[in-house]
Each structure stands twice: as C-alpha cells, then as structure tokens.
C-alpha cells in the first residue's frame, strides 16, 4: 500500500496538487518545546508532546499520531517534505518513528514550499540508524552522522537556533529597535531556510534579544 505522508497543513495542499486521494499530514512541529522521549509516537511521548502543544493526549493522538500508528511494514512510503530546519526535524523525528514500525525505507520528495515544487527525488533513504540520529539531535542536540546533504545543513541550523551566539540569535540582537512583529516579518523574509512560523519567531525574538527598557517619563 502506498502512503504519502506531507509536512503540515501548507504542504497538503501541494498533496492536493498532485491528484492525492489517500495522504497523511505530519502535523508536528518538532522544533517546539524540550524533547525528552526516546521513542517518537509512543504513550509518553505523546503525552509529552501535546503538554509542550497546549493539548489533550487524545486530541494530539488524534491530530498526529492516530495515522502513523496504523502503518506497518510493508507499506510504500513517500514523503513530500522542505529543506529547512522545520522540516528537517520533522524528517529526522518521522524516519525514526518509521524504523521502529518495521518500514525500511522511503522515498524523499524534496519541495520548495514557497512555490510548492518538487526540486529533488531521493528514492530509497534508509531508516536504519534514524532512531539513534533522532536521539542524538533533538534530545541531546549533538551532531550526527546522516546520509543527505539537506539533512546535515538542517542539523546544523538547528544547532544555530539553540546558540545564543549564533547567526539567527545575532541578528535578532542586530535588529533591537524593531517590534516583535517587525521582526518576525524579517526572520520569515531573510532567513527562510530555518522555516520558522510566527510562533517559533516570538519565542526566539523573545530569548535571544535583551530586554527593552521603557523610556522613562519625563517630569
């Protein structure tokens, strides 16, 4: 049986595109919240997950675990995912999970989002080994020996949005004046490959930028 399986609500509609009748959306978000579990998609992992999302266990089941659970090896997975770290954590987390239910392999469409266009075919990427590589990125947030190029670059701008002294931490100490929304527009705008939204956005606006002091009032 052949599944396709898309990278949130945006890359659905590239599904949609494509004539899918069948499609599962990977409706996480990864680079969200501290990871401590080492099984993607088991009991405690969703209820970690759905504390970091603001949810009930059975509504985050429900929203990004119900599908995945049901597949089995055997199955012919194609995944339709980005290049930016967004994406790439959720590659990372979803290969995982894949290796542990007996799928051994998968093909890899890599799609510009911004225009919803297949760039790259990668057919035949192994999960061998992504469990290890899932725990060593997200968990301990280590480097990892991975078989893609766009995969490596996702790790390492990973490793970028968690250093304070980092590219995206520098520029956003670089653009103090500017309001939270100002600067979430840029982030969007000018560092694309790191695929934040605008919550992701806030977040590191909010951690890496000093606190702003009020002008005081004149008397």
């Known amino acids: 049986m052949r599944i396709n399986i898309v990278s949130g609500d945006a890359m659905a509609?590239?599904?949609e595109q494509l004539g899918f009748k069948n499609y599962t959306i990977f409706a996480e978000s990864m680079i969200d919240g501290v990871i401590k579990d080492t099984v993607p998609f088991s009991q405690s992992f969703i209820s970690e997950r759905a504390k970091v999302h603001g949810i009930h266990p059975d509504k985050y089941r429900k929203k990004c675990a119900q599908s995945l659970l049901k597949m089995r090896a055997g199955d012919e997975v194609h995944v339709y995912f980005?290049?930016?770290l967004f994406c790439q954590l959720n590659l990372i987390t979803l290969l995982a999970f894949l290796e542990k239910q007996g799928i051994d392999k998968v093909t890899y469409?890599?799609?510009?989002?911004d225009e919803m266009k297949e760039t790259a075919l990668i057919e035949n990427v192994e999960t061998a080994g992504f469990s290890e590589?899932?725990?060593a990125v997200l968990i301990n947030h280590e480097s990892?020996?991975?078989?893609l190029e766009i995969?490596?670059?996702g790790i390492m701008l990973y490793q970028d949005y968690l250093?304070?002294?980092g590219k995206l931490a520098s520029f956003i100490r670089s653009n103090e004046t500017d309001s939270v929304l100002q600067l979430t527009v840029k982030?969007?705008?000018q560092l694309p490959e790191y695929g934040l939204g605008t919550e992701q956005c806030a977040y590191v606006i909010n951690k890496y930028r000093p606190e702003r002091k009020m002008p005081e009032e004149k008397k």
């Open 13 to 15: 509609e590239y599904g």
């Open 82 to 84: 980005g290049e930016d």
């Open 109 to 113: 469409h890599v799609v510009f989002e």
């Open 133 to 135: 590589i899932y725990k």
């Open 144 to 147: 990892a020996s991975v078989p």
């Open 151 to 153: 995969m490596e670059k």
């Open 163 to 165: 250093d304070e002294g």
């Open 187 to 189: 982030i969007i705008k």
